[in-house]
């Protein structure tokens, strides 16, 4: 999820969900999922699902492969995702045959006429894992209207931390025109300590072992986090397309299924347990990667059993583009925007 550029708020991220939402008709038109024999597939429509991984961690479609829950199916790893938005506008276009991303940024792609259906969570903020925006100790910044004309860094825009810092500042009172006056800058997470101690920002969005050491080291503390905002609360979703679906009923509900199973297992098993699964599956697929950051995972952050997904889930983010005007009143029925069709934690089982 790494890129480098400044940028305000508006546009950059609605623009590039948009023009994913022009490639929607060529690129979800044929599916390159390898089509497998029902009597050699357990009954189901395909092989193996694309996909994009991500640098030093593991997914828990991964995690459900190597633990055998996916089985039959198959990963095929086709590179790794800079960012949410660009993970779910993969498969839209048809590159990959599933993604995952923050759900504000989902929604923004659905109200684009993308067919994708979000079919369980896979991420969040609990006790444990969150977010939080950090200021130097002795920075003027105290309230949200001091950050207007300020630098906060981001990992990218049009997710989950450009969504939360802008509810931050609409529940402080500042209208959208001072709002707009706060400068997202997209910074590489690993060096965001780094350019707030250089003051080439005024605030740096730190989470997970960047939290940490920074905390260290010393000197900062947050103007506020996402679990003040928000609580407890599954931030993003993995999404299939409306075709997938229709077409692989069977393999919709096991990808669905064995993501859920993993899960739990991450969720009750005994953390240096998960941690000891996840470096041997980061050592074993020899991508020459980094197990450091995996050492330091506390928990899933998933709010829902299996990650059944819930109505406020979408409902919140919804509600904040109405707000923004992005979406006009009704436009979208947060209901309708997702299933747990498939997911047996949602049926209590």
Known sequence: MLMIAVSKIAGTAAAALLLASTLVISGCGGSKTTTASAAGQGGLEVSELRYQGS??????????????????????????????????QSVVTGDTDFGGAFNGAIVKLLAAKAPITPVIAYYGVDDNTWTGYYVLDGSPIKTARDLIGKKIAVNTLGAHHEFVIKEYLHRQGLTKEEI??????????????????????????????????????????????????????????????KQFIQQNPKAARKFVEATAQAIEWARTTPRDEVVARYEKIINSRGRKEDTTAIKFWKSTGVAGKGGTISEAEFSTWVDWLVKEGTLKQGELNPKELYTNEFNPYANGK
């Open 55 to 88: 640098v030093g961690a593991v997914t828990y479609p991964e995690l459900a492969e190597d633990l055998g829950y996916l089985a039959p199916l198959k990963l095929k790893y086709i590179g790794n995702t800079i960012s949410g938005p660009q993970d779910i």
């Open 180 to 241: 707009d006056q706060v400068t997202l800058v997209v910074v590489p997470p690993v060096t965001s300590e780094q350019t707030l101690r250089a003051q080439q920002i005024d605030v740096a969005t730190l989470g997970g072992i960047l939290r940490d050491k920074a905390l260290e080291h010393g000197g900062i503390h947050p103007l506020f986090t996402d679990k003040d905002l928000f609580g407890v609360f599954s931030a993003g979703s993995y999404v299939l397309t």
